[in-house]
């Protein structure tokens, strides 16, 4: 896979991509001053990896949009979208949730991030197959592409892989092998991807556990400053995967 790199994008367009994702994704943009509930179909679907997720949401200073699909819409019936983002970030979010959904819950309320002008920093990455022998079973699920890093004896030493949730959004996952760590090679592949889905008019997004320090740090260092947003799922069942 190859995309190009060619950064030069519209002021203003980048949210432009995000509010179009939003509508995808949880069927409504965040409107300031009110955090509200959207029964969406599109909840209903796989998502990037042939997961459903029921219960996905965002929230942050122009507002929340909380989507649930309508075969867990009844569990929602009376209830403020406010009084489920309270819970989820209350200390005890994991009972707060059960309590207010009336069944047990698992959840997952990582840092939300998107970059409008990813860093320019070297490009040490090349884009593969994610079938590529040489690249590890972690990344082999990604359907938006990755991006590796090889070392001169075409070792992997890191690399990304991009979750395409749709055609407006592809979110950045990064890893780097252990014997690697330490020269900034997360950092760089982050950046380059990030600015290949700008030019490719996507929106880039980035998302890590609020603890985690050393992911939060990559974001920075790339161009994904944190604007105060976090992305909400939920499963009824405690089955799904959780993130952050």
Do not use: C
């Not at 489920?84 to 009336?102: H, I, K, Q, Y």
């Not at 090889?150 to 014997?179: Q, S």
């Not at 994904?224 to 405690?238: C, K, N, V, Y």
């Amino acid at each position: 896979m190859t995309i190009s790199t060619n950064d030069m994008v519209r002021p203003g367009a980048v949210r432009d991509r995000l509010d179009a994702h939003f509508r995808l994704w949880l069927g409504d943009v965040p409107r300031p001053g009110e955090a509200r509930l959207v029964v969406h179909p599109g909840r209903a679907e796989p998502g990037w990896d042939g997961v459903i997720r029921p219960i996905q949401g965002v929230i942050g200073p122009d507002g929340g949009v909380l989507a649930v699909s309508p075969a867990v819409a009844g569990a929602f019936a009376g209830l403020a979208a406010e009084a489920v983002f309270a819970a989820a970030e209350a200390p005890d979010g994991t009972d707060r949730l059960s309590d207010v959904l009336g069944m047990p819950v698992a959840y997952g309320m990582p840092t939300f991030r998107w970059s409008e002008a990813a860093t320019t920093l070297p490009e040490v990455g090349t884009w593969v197959e994610p079938d590529h022998p040489r690249i590890p079973a972690w990344l082999r699920p990604f359907n938006g592409g990755v991006l590796v890093a090889f070392d001169r004896a075409g070792r992997y030493m890191a690399g990304v892989g991009l979750k395409r949730h749709n055609e407006m959004a592809r979110e950045i996952a990064v890893g780097t092998d252990m014997g690697y760590r330490g020269r900034g090679l997360a950092t760089k592949l982050v950046a380059q991807a990030a600015r290949a889905i700008l030019a490719a008019g996507e929106v880039p997004i980035y998302q890590h556990g609020p603890g985690n320090a050393a992911s939060a740090r990559v974001a920075e260092a790339t161009g994904f400053p944190d604007r105060g947003w976090r992305m909400l799922e939920i499963h009824p069942d405690r089955s799904g995967p959780i993130r952050g």
